[in-house]
């Protein structure tokens, strides 16, 4: 069971449990969000390299803002087209 902090809900955590982890990412889609701070950018080129390297199709994804939550239409097209999706943070 895994406790997660929600940093903009309070101070109350939640248990939730985690999705399944697949063996390995050979063959899989991942899809990499995005969240347009500065330098997330760069994180995720190196990460894509090494899924790259590791078999894995890489597909990239960019929220419009940081500010605001990814549009409906971006999160179902991520969900519709990827087996796992890191989301990227940077400053």
Do not use: Q, W
């Not at 950018?41 to 597909?59: I, P, Q, Y």
């Not at 929220?63 to 940077?90: Q, S, Y």
Request: with cysteine.
């Amino acid at each position: 069971m895994t406790v997660v902090l929600d940093p903009t809900a309070g101070k109350v955590g939640s248990s939730i449990e985690t999705a399944p982890r697949p063996a390995t990412i050979e063959g899989l889609t991942i899809g990499l969000l995005d969240i347009s701070k500065p330098r997330g950018d760069r994180f995720l080129n190196r990460l894509e390299e090494r899924l790259t390297e590791a078999g894995a199709t890489v597909k990239r994804y960019a929220k419009p803002t940081f500010t605001k939550p990814a549009p409906v239409d971006l999160r179902h097209e991520i969900a519709t087209n990827c087996d796992a999706v890191i989301e990227a943070l940077a400053d």
